[in-house]
Antibody, heavy 118, light 110 residues
Framework: EVQLVQSETEVKKPGESLKISCKGSGYNFTNYWIGWVRQMPGKGLEWMGIIYPGDSDTRYSPSFQGQVTMSADRSTSVAYLQWSSLKASDTAMYFC???????????WGQGTLVIVSS | EIVLTQSPGTLSLSPGERATLSCRASQSISSTYLAWYQQKPGQAPRLLIFATSTRATGIPDRFSGSGSGTAFTLTVSRLEPEDFAVYYCQHYDSSPPMHTFGQGTKLEIK
């Protein structure tokens, strides 16, 4: 069974760094794009970007370029989303998705809630 | 960059009624790359329809999609209580690879 399991809720202060994870299982992690989606409280879904674990090819949506870093570890089948300096506006639920098919992802993680507050 | 505009923002209907949700693209797009998702509170999005009109695995046939060019529609023929949720259309652009969501339509019980 294909699964994407995301890391738990994080509570951080502005200016702190953070790395959240998405672990894939039940399939060849290397061969499928992983995408990240942000959902701010009470708001809609926003695509942040995608990463191909096979060669770490990464494509960021314009709004998120330079704001976050996506990475993947093929040896542990884990994709990461990280921030070097969090802002209160980064408070949101973050979902990862396996892009199968690439144009309409059907497999999603359960989401990681990130709360940034002083 | 393609912009997707969904209407209405909120749709209030009763169980058993028919729901029609609209998604308009800022320019003509391939019907292959238009999808619809359902999201309930506290849950991840669920793929309903891809390639404009193909139902995803396990999706009931009361859900249907149609459209072409810049105008796309998701129809729920007879609303069940579990259908009340937020619906998003989504587009994929292959060059460069980029996904975009519409802002969503909330389908609420009247």
């Amino acid at each position: 069974e294909v699964q994407l399991v995301q890391s738990e809720t994080e509570v951080k202060k502005p200016g702190e760094s953070l790395k959240i994870s998405c672990k894939g299982s039940g399939y060849n992690f290397t061969n499928y794009w992983i995408g990240w989606v942000r959902q701010m409280p009470g708001k809609g879904l926003e695509w942040m970007g995608i990463i191909y674990p096979g060669d770490s090819d990464t494509r960021y949506s314009p709004s998120f370029q330079g704001q976050v870093t996506m990475s993947a570890d093929r040896s542990t089948s884990v994709a990461y989303l990280q921030w070097s300096s969090l802002k209160a506006s980064d408070t949101a639920m973050y979902f990862c998705a396996r892009l199968v098919p690439v144009f309409a992802p059907s497999q999603w993680g359960q989401g990681t809630l990130v709360i940034v507050s002083s | 960059e393609i912009v997707l505009t969904q209407s209405p923002g909120t749709l209030s209907l009763s169980p058993g009624e028919r729901a029609t949700l609209s998604c308009r693209a800022s320019q003509s797009i391939s019907s292959t790359y238009l999808a619809w998702y359902q999201q309930k509170p506290g849950q991840a999005p669920r793929l309903l329809i891809f390639a404009t009109s193909t139902r995803a695995t396990g999706i009931p046939d009361r859900f249907s999609g149609s459209g072409s060019g810049t105008a796309f529609t998701l129809t729920v023929s007879r609303l069940e209580p579990e259908d009340f949720a937020v619906y998003y259309c989504q587009h994929y652009d292959s060059s460069p690879p980029m996904h975009t969501f519409g802002q969503g339509t909330k389908l609420e019980i009247k």
